[in-house]
């Protein structure tokens, strides 16, 4: 729903690296979607995920759970995040960038799972420069009941517990969109919530600030009785939920599994959308400018040595943006990956 235009949940089983290369074993013909199988390549032949293509008109939000996602870009921008990290790119009026899965685990499966968002950007902003953001995952707010059976990790937004919490919480989240995102004026009441509800537990989820967002709650794992206000849902399922009333999710004690729930919301941008692969515009001429100007300027070129760009396997989780480079306070990865 308007603001958000493309929402997918990425849940891959990847093998144990057999060597440095980090590579899977080769399957599919470059377009491997294949919903059965444990693991998909996607667009990859022997290194899984993206390797570089274009977009423009939009932003992407990647949010991670578990595994690690490689990023380079047109703009000479890299990094490697994962574990619970949160990407935030504005594509604006052209960017090409690549998302790979790289293998760095030897000794377990290298297990994936995450959200990528397509939020739209309105007109004014659809040409903007690209610009990025990176939120590590000790940058993320999180809350978890007395109980231990609810929790919420707060990707991007805000989340109260009750009425009195409001006025202290209230633009806590330190973490800040780009500037030109739908995101970054908080009267549009842009919110990203993973929900997770186990056996036994519930959550209360209060409304949303403003009364004019459009609000969808995605059940994506556990369907043994979760409940939405007292309503069963037992697939997965996507919900349409009224912005100006409190929420109520429930999972009974005899479910096997817990619940996982996305929640977002945001006030609608209310422009037309015409979308042709990686290109989202107001209209039909600016899609085809779009692959006009692709054709011609390849926004800015590929200065990465290879389509499919990945970092060394033993390399920590770090963030170089216009040349300046981040790494999250905590990071494990690198040590797991020496110890093999």
């Known amino acids: 729903m308007d603001p958000f235009l493309f929402c997918v949940y990425h849940k891959d089983r990847y093998p144990p690296a057999h060597d440095d290369s980090m590579e899977c074993p080769r399957r599919g013909n470059g377009s491997d979607f294949n919903p059965s199988a444990p693991y998909r390549m996607y667009h990859g032949e022997r290194l899984a995920?993206?390797?570089?293509?274009?977009?423009?008109?939009?932003?992407?939000?990647?949010?991670?759970?578990?595994?690690?996602?490689?990023?380079?870009?047109?703009?000479?921008?890299?990094?490697?995040?994962?574990?619970?990290?949160?990407?935030?790119?504005?594509?604006?009026?052209?960017?090409?960038?690549?998302?790979?899965?790289?293998?760095?685990?030897?000794?377990?499966?290298?297990?994936?799972?995450?959200?990528?968002?397509?939020?739209?950007?309105?007109?004014?902003?659809?040409?903007?420069?690209?610009?990025?953001?990176?939120?590590?995952?000790?940058?993320?707010?999180?809350?978890?009941?007395?109980?231990?059976?609810?929790?919420?990790?707060?990707?991007?937004?805000?989340?109260?517990?009750s009425k009195n919490a409001m006025a202290s919480q209230r633009n806590s989240n330190p973490n800040k969109p780009p500037e030109h995102s739908w995101a970054s004026n908080p009267e549009n009441d842009v919110a990203v919530l993973y929900l997770v509800v186990r056996p036994g537990g519930t959550l209360k989820l209060p409304k949303a600030h403003v009364g004019s967002v459009n609000r969808a709650l995605y059940l994506v794992e556990g369907f043994d009785g979760a409940k939405v206000n007292e309503v069963i849902v037992g697939k997965p399922s996507i919900i349409n939920i009224d912005p100006n009333q409190d929420i109520e999710l429930s999972v009974p004690e005899s479910a096997s599994t817990p619940s996982e729930f996305l929640l977002l919301q945001g006030r609608p941008i209310g422009e037309p959308v015409v979308q042709h692969g990686p290109f989202v515009m107001n209209t039909s001429q600016e899609i085809q400018q779009a692959f006009m100007d692709y054709r011609k300027t390849q926004f800015g070129g590929w200065p990465w040595p290879k389509d499919d760009m990945v970092f060394s396997r033993t390399k920590g989780r770090f963030a170089l943006l216009y040349g300046k480079e981040t790494k999250p306070a905590n990071d494990n990865i690198l040590e797991s990956c020496d110890a093999n």
């Open 49 to 161: 995920g993206f390797p570089q293509h274009p977009h423009r008109g939009f932003e992407t939000i990647t949010a991670t759970v578990k595994g690690i996602i490689d990023h380079t870009d047109s703009v000479g921008n890299g990094g490697r995040y994962g574990e619970g990290d949160v990407q935030w790119m504005t594509a604006g009026k052209g960017v090409v960038h690549g998302e790979m899965f790289p293998l760095i685990h030897k000794d377990r499966d290298n297990f994936c799972k995450f959200f990528q968002l397509w939020l739209n950007l309105p007109k004014k902003s659809k040409m903007v420069d690209p610009s990025f953001a990176m939120f590590w995952d000790n940058e993320v707010a999180k809350w978890e009941s007395e109980d231990g059976l609810a929790s919420v990790t707060v990707w991007y937004g805000d989340y109260f517990l």
